[in-house]
């Protein structure tokens, strides 16, 4: 029985856990529960799963949620605030942390799960994007294990040799026959749109997916391939390899997750439904496999599967994640910081779809930030970024 913490219970990926928890009720116990202010959606978490702990951030609702459980007899015991979550994670009754607390809110505590030694399951994009360095370094000191949640680096993992999968991170790909990575991802709603018409994209139009529900922000960087271009980064740290080795391949259907090169010619890729239950239960159940709930795909009605080469007059933002990659964590997590503040902005209508990476490009050639060494300097990197593309957005 594994004791789990999962961190962003409350949002998409920490609600899909929960579900491969409810599959598997003999495997998996529920320790902590962790997220920001969703009071209502917690407190039913904790009535079903009972954890000895729950850490809400914002105060006030954590003060909600403690007299709702006090009202409920529930014996579930409310922290509040980062801090407290940092030290929660550290703690020797839990087994595994599952980091899905969006954004750069999640780092610290996943940090503090790394320094821990324990095995986190990654789905807090800015734990590589942004402290790549910092976070690797501390999970291999450590002795952590790290298994990747988002589907495209999972099916990269479940597509390399077991041999390498067991200690990747203390390996080197090549040393497996491994030729180069296929980073697959769906080109978004306007992969066929004329160039001359992206300016004129709306919000709406942008975060129109068509094959996964997700929210506004994630949908607008499909949309650009920002998304793919920090996969890409993630990849990178993950798997210890230079964007070079990595092919980025558009593939609309979304069911290819993503496949893996050999020096023979073989290609192992992973496949299925897109449902992000299969990644967290691989994660889980890791080296076994577990039941997730997922539906099996259909190879019959799905029809065919197309494939082309991404054009980066069409998604600068992809090109631009190279370049950041190469320049090194402290050019990500502005390429990252200034992305947000775009995106923000586009979806406020004050900028134009393309404008996007326009300005991304424009704050990363204004900034060229000091080496970081610790979470301070990233934090303080990533807020001078966000106030150079504020400025820009206002002129």
């Known amino acids: 029985m594994k004791k789990l913490a999962v961190l962003g219970s409350t949002g998409s990926i920490g609600q899909s856990t929960l ?31 009972k954890p000895t702990y729950v850490v809400l951030i914002e105060p006030q609702a954590a003060s909600e949620l403690t007299q709702m459980l006090t009202l409920a007899n529930s014996v579930t015991q409310v922290l509040v605030g980062a801090s407290e979550l940092d030290q929660l994670v550290a703690v020797a009754e839990i087994d595994v942390v599952v980091a899905a607390i969006v954004g750069g809110a999640g780092l610290s505590s996943t940090l503090a799960a790394a320094r821990a030694g324990k095995t986190i399951l990654l789905a807090n994009k800015e734990a590589l994007v942004m402290s790549g360095q910092i976070f690797i370094d501390q999970v291999k000191q450590n002795n952590a294990k790290l298994l990747p949640v988002d589907s495209e680096h999972n099916a990269i993992f479940q597509s390399l040799p077991l041999d390498y999968q067991t200690d990747y991170l203390q390996q080197q790909i090549t040393d497996f026959g491994v030729h180069s990575i296929i980073l697959t991802g769906s080109g978004g709603p306007f992969l066929n749109t004329p160039l001359t018409e992206l300016a004129t994209k709306t919000p709406a139009q942008a975060c129109k997916h068509p094959n996964w529900s997700m929210g506004q922000k994630i949908s607008v960087d499909s949309a650009t391939m920002m998304n793919k271009g920090l996969e890409l980064i993630e990849a990178c740290w993950l798997f210890g390899v230079e964007p070079d080795f990595i092919e980025v391949l558009i593939h609309p259907q979304s069911v290819i997750h993503s496949m893996v090169r050999y020096i023979d010619g073989s290609i192992m890729a992973q496949l299925g439904a897109p449902d992000m239950k299969t990644p967290i239960a691989h994660c889980l159940g890791f080296p076994e496999r577990i039941y997730s709930g997922s539906e099996h795909f259909d190879f019959v009605k799905a029809g065919q599967f197309e494939f082309q080469a991404p054009d980066f007059n069409r998604f600068p933002n992809l090109k631009l994640a190279q370049i950041a990659f190469k320049a090194g964590q402290e050019m990500t997590t502005v390429l990252n910081a200034a992305n947000e503040i775009h995106v923000e902005a586009f979806l406020n209508n ?12 424009t704050v990363m050639e204004k900034l060229q930030p000091n080496k970081a060494t610790d979470l301070a300097s990233i934090f303080a990197i990533d807020q001078e970024a966000r106030a150079v593309a504020t400025a820009g957005v206002a002129r």
């Open 19 to 49: 579900e491969v928890v409810r599959q598997n009720p003999d495997n998996f116990s529920v320790f902590a529960l962790a997220a920001y202010s969703k009071v209502e959606i917690i407190f039913q978490q904790c009535l079903e799963f």
């Open 350 to 361: 004050q900028i134009k779809f393309t404008q996007i990476a326009e300005l991304n490009q």
